[in-house]
C-alpha cells in the first residue's frame, strides 16, 4: 500500500511558477508510475503528466506542453510537478496518484490517491 501526502500549493500571479511536491510512503514506491491530476470547479479530473516507475517515460495534457513538467526521486519517494508559466485556467485542485501499470490516463486506472492541494493563479 502507498499512501501519498501533496505539499506546494498556493496562490500564484499569472506567468509565475509553482513546485508541488507528492511524498510517498512505503518501500514500494519505484515501482509505481505515477501521475498528476487535476479537477477545476464544475470540471472532470483530468490528467496533467504521468511518469513511469523508473523515470524514463513521460505523458502530459497538450494544455501543459511545454510548461510543465513532472520529474521523480525514487530515493526520496517523491515526485514533482514543475509549473512554469501558469495561466488563471490552471487553477484547480492537483492531486498525484499512483498506479502499477504504466501509461494510464483516466483516475479509476489509478490505485491509490494523494488528498489534493489547491493551485489558483491570479490576474
Known amino acids: 500500500q502507498v499512501q501519498l501526502v501533496e505539499s506546494g500549493g498556493g496562490l500564484v500571479q499569472a506567468g509565475g511558477s509553482l513546485r508541488l511536491s507528492c511524498a510517498a510512503s512505503g518501500r514500494t514506491f519505484n515501482t509505481y508510475h505515477m501521475g498528476w491530476f487535476r479537477q477545476a470547479p464544475g470540471k472532470q479530473r483530468e490528467l496533467v503528466a504521468a511518469?513511469?516507475?523508473?523515470?524514463?517515460?513521460?505523458n502530459y495534457a497538450d494544455s501543459v506542453k511545454g510548461r510543465f513538467t513532472i520529474s521523480r526521486d525514487n530515493a526520496k519517494n517523491t515526485v514533482y510537478l514543475q509549473m512554469n508559466s501558469l495561466k488563471l485556467e490552471d487553477t484547480a485542485v492537483y492531486s498525484c496518484a499512483a498506479s502499477a501499470s504504466p501509461y494510464k490516463k483516466y483516475p479509476w486506472e489509478y490505485d491509490y490517491w494523494g488528498q489534493g492541494t489547491q493551485v489558483t493563479v491570479s490576474s
Open positions: 511518469i513511469t516507475s523508473g523515470g524514463r517515460s513521460t
